[in-house]
C-alpha cells in the first residue's frame, strides 16, 4: 500500500477511535442530542430564537410558554431528545421534588399574572400539582404565594418557575383543639370578631373553597378537631388548646360573642341581660353538663358555675379549693359599746342548673357574684347586727344571730337566683382586754361556788358534830334524869321526915337539875359556835383561824356567863321559893350544917294545927334513931 493511501487509512482510523471516544460530544453538538436521566428532568433555556415573531418574553414575565427565548416552561422528561443544539439550548438536569411522609409542599410560583388588589396569596388553577408550568401559566396562574400545596409524594417541578418550601403538616392532639385564623379572604363584617360559618372546605384544608365560598379573613368560628391535617401555613394559622372540661358537680353556661342578636327567652321580669338560644350571641339558655367541649376560647366563654353546695369562708386563714373567697377576710365589727371584734363567718349556697345561666347573665362570673353580692350582703349585716347589742350579749346570743342571719341573707340572695343553705358564725374574738375581765368573772363566779360547796360541806359537819355532841350528851342527861329521880325519891323521904327540909331539899335539887340542863346547853352552843367558827375559817381562808379564836374565846364567855346564869337563876328560883329570908336562914344553916355546928336539939316536938303533929315528930324521931344504931353496927363491923 503506497504511503499515501496508508496516512489516509490512519486519518479515518483515528476519526474512529476519536468518534468511539466523543461520540456523546459529536452526537450532543453536531445532532442536538440531549439523554434526561430517569430519576431526573431537564430544565431548558433557550438562548436565542432564529426565525418567528415571539423573539423574547413580554415584559414581566420570566418563563416562555411559546418558544421565547429564555427559562422554557416546559421540562424534558426523562428520555432521549434530538436537535436541542448546545449553542441554542441550555439543559440543566435537576432531581425529582419529594415531599415526605407528614409533610407538604408549599409552592411559590415565580411567574404569572398578578395578585389581585387585597388578596395576599394566588388562587389555585389546573396545573398537574404544578408539573405542567405551560398551563398553569396558560390558565391564568398568578405570581407569588399559592393557596393550593402538594402533598406527599414525587413529582416533576420546574424549579425555574416554582420554589417549593417543605412544611409540617398541622397535627392536633388528642383533647386539643384548633382555633383557625385564616390570613386571606373578605374583610370581616362589621359589629363581628369573627367570620362567617363556611362550609365545604374540609377541615380548612381545601382554602380555595373557603375563598369561593366568601370565607373571611381573620378570626374563624369553626375549629378543627384531633388529627392530622395537610394546612396550608401561608394562609391558616392554627393556634392548639385544651378542650374545656366542665367538671362533676359544674355546669357550663356558655356566652357567645358571635352570631345574630337573638330574642331574649326570659321574658319582662329579668331585665339582666340576654339569655338567647345556642348558635346566638349572647348568654345562651341551656348550659352545658359535665364533659369535655371543643369550645373556641376567643368566639365563645365558658363560665362554670357550681350545682353542688359551695362553701363561702370569711376567713383570713381559711380557703376552699374553688378559690372563689380567696379574696374574702375575717369580719371586723364594733360593738354598741365601741368594742372592735373579729368573727369567721362561713355562707353555704346552692345554685340550681336551670338558674345558673341567669346568674352569668346578671353578673358575668361566680367571681362577681361573691365580691357584688355576696360579700357585701354579709358584711353589713353582721356590722349592722354588732351595733345593735354589746360584746357580751352578742356572745351570748350567738345562736340566735346565726339564725337570724340565716334568714337575712335567704331573702337577698332569692332575688338574685341563688339559695342561700345556710349562715354558720364561726370564731368569735373579743378584744383582749374585755376577755381578760370575763375570764376574771368567771373565775371569781367559779371560786365563789367553790365557797358555797365548802360552806354546805361545813354546815353538814358542822351538823353531824351537833349530833355526836347531842348523842354523846345523851349519857350525862340520862344520868341527870335518874339523879333527878334520885333526889325526888330522897326529897320525898326527906320531906316525910320533915316538910321543911324536904321543900328545900326539893328545891335544891330542882335548882342542880336546872343547873346541869344549863351546862348541857352551854356545852351545845359552844359546840354550835366552834362549828360555826370552824365554816367561816374554811370561806375566809387567811382569817378562819383568828376568826376561830374568836368564836371560841365567845363561846367560853357564853359558857361562864351561862353558868353564872344559871347559878343566879338558881339562887332567885330558890329566893322566889323560900322567901329573901328564908333563903338567908336556909343558906346559914347549910354553912352551919357544912361546920358541924350544932344549934338544935335532938328531938323537939311541937304543935301544928293538926292532930297529927306530935305523932310524926315522934315517928321521926323514932327513924332517926334506927338510923343512928344502923350507922353504928356498920362501923363496928
Request: glycine letters at 10%; a negative charge; hydrophobic letters at 40%.
Amino acid at each position: 500500500m503506497e504511503p499515501r493511501d496508508l496516512l489516509a487509512h490512519y486519518w479515518w482510523l483515528l476519526v474512529l477511535v476519536l468518534g468511539i471516544i466523543f461520540y456523546k460530544f459529536i452526537l450532543r453538538v453536531f445532532f442536538g442530542m440531549v439523554i434526561v436521566p430517569e430519576n431526573r428532568i431537564g430544565l431548558v433555556t433557550k438562548k436565542f430564537v432564529l426565525f418567528g415573531a415571539d423573539k423574547s418574553l413580554p415584559d414581566g414575565r420570566i418563563i416562555a410558554t411559546k418558544g421565547e427565548a429564555g427559562f422554557q416552561a416546559k421540562t424534558l422528561a426523562p428520555g432521549l431528545y434530538w436537535g436541542m443544539f448546545p449553542w441554542q439550548y441550555g439543559v440543566d438536569m435537576q432531581g425529582f421534588t419529594v415531599i415526605p411522609e407528614g409533610k407538604i409542599g408549599l409552592v411559590l410560583s415565580n411567574d404569572g399574572a398578578e395578585i389581585p388588589t387585597g388578596a395576599i396569596l394566588a388562587r389555585k388553577v389546573d396545573s398537574d400539582n404544578f408539573q405542567d408550568a405551560e398551563k398553569f401559566l396558560n390558565n391564568g396562574g398568578q405570581k407569588g404565594r399559592q393557596t393550593a400545596y402538594i402533598t406527599a409524594g414525587t413529582y416533576r417541578i420546574n424549579t425555574y418557575a416554582f420554589t417549593i418550601t417543605i412544611a409540617d403538616m398541622v397535627i392536633i392532639h388528642e383533647n386539643m383543639v384548633g382555633i383557625v385564623t385564616t390570613l386571606d379572604g373578605h374583610p370581616i363584617d362589621g359589629g363581628q370578631i369573627a367570620g362567617k360559618h363556611i362550609e365545604g372546605h374540609n377541615n380548612f384544608q381545601d382554602f380555595d373553597t373557603f375563598l369561593k365560598n366568601n370565607g373571611n379573613r381573620g378570626l374563624q368560628p369553626s375549629i378543627i378537631l384531633a388529627g392530622s391535617y395537610n394546612i396550608n401555613p401561608w394562609a391558616i394559622q392554627i393556634e392548639e388548646i385544651p378542650m374545656t372540661d366542665v367538671p362533676i358537680g359544674y355546669v357550663g353556661v356558655v356566652i357567645s360573642y358571635i352570631g345574630e342578636d337573638g330574642k331574649d327567652l326570659t321574658g319582662d321580669t329579668f331585665k339582666h341581660g340576654n339569655i338567647v338560644s345556642k348558635g346566638q350571641r349572647g348568654v345562651w339558655i341551656e348550659p352545658y353538663g359535665p364533659g369535655k367541649y371543643p369550645i373556641n376560647k376567643y368566639t365563645l366563654k365558658v363560665e362554670l358555675v357550681p350545682t353542688t353546695n359551695l362553701v363561702l369562708n370569711w376567713a383570713n386563714a381559711r380557703s376552699e379549693s374553688h378559690q372563689l373567697d380567696k379574696n374574702l377576710s375575717t369580719i371586723t365589727v364594733r360593738s354598741r359599746d365601741g368594742f372592735p371584734f373579729n368573727l369567721d363567718v362561713s355562707q353555704i349556697i346552692h345554685i340550681p342548673a336551670n338558674e345558673a345561666p341567669k346568674v352569668i347573665a346578671r353578673f358575668g362570673s361566680m367571681g362577681n357574684l361573691v365580691s357584688q353580692v355576696l360579700e357585701p350582703t354579709i358584711g353589713n349585716y353582721f356590722r349592722n347586727s354588732a351595733q345593735d347589742s354589746d360584746v357580751i350579749s352578742f356572745l351570748s346570743t350567738r345562736k340566735e344571730r346565726q339564725s337570724s342571719a340565716k334568714e337575712h341573707i335567704k331573702a337577698v340572695l332569692d332575688d338574685y337566683n341563688v339559695n342561700a343553705v345556710d349562715t354558720l358564725i364561726g370564731d368569735i374574738v373579743p378584744p383582749e382586754a374585755l376577755m381578760k375581765t370575763l375570764t376574771d368573772r368567771k373565775i371569781a363566779e367559779e371560786e365563789q361556788k367553790t365557797y358555797q360547796t365548802q360552806k354546805m360541806a361545813q354546815e353538814q359537819r358542822q351538823g353531824m358534830e351537833k349530833e355526836t355532841a347531842i348523842a354523846d350528851m345523851q349519857k350525862e342527861i340520862v344520868k341527870a334524869q335518874q339523879s333527878v329521880e334520885i333526889a325526888q325519891r330522897t326529897a320525898d323521904a326527906t320531906v316525910k321526915k320533915a316538910e321543911g327540909d324536904a321543900n328545900s331539899l326539893k328545891l335544891q335539887v330542882e335548882a342542880e337539875a336546872t343547873a346541869t340542863k344549863m351546862r348541857a346547853n352551854a356545852e351545845a352552843e359552844a359546840t354550835k359556835a366552834r362549828a360555826g367558827a370552824q365554816a367561816e375559817a374554811t370561806k375566809l381562808n387567811a382569817s378562819a383561824d383568828a376568826e376561830r379564836i374568836s368564836k371560841t374565846g365567845l363561846a367560853e364567855a357564853e359558857k361562864i356567863m351561862a353558868i353564872g346564869k344559871s347559878t343566879a337563876e338558881a339562887y332567885e328560883l330558890q329566893v322566889k321559893a323560900m322567901g329573901g329570908d328564908n333563903f338567908t336562914r336556909f343558906k346559914v344553916t347549910e354553912e352551919i350544917g357544912k361546920g358541924n355546928i350544932k344549934v338544935m336539939p335532938d328531938i323537939l316536938i311541937g304543935g301544928g294545927n293538926g292532930s297529927e303533929g306530935g305523932i310524926n315528930g315522934l315517928l321521926g324521931m323514932k327513924l332517926m334513931e334506927l338510923m343512928d344504931v344502923k350507922k353504928k353496927a356498920e362501923k363496928s363491923e
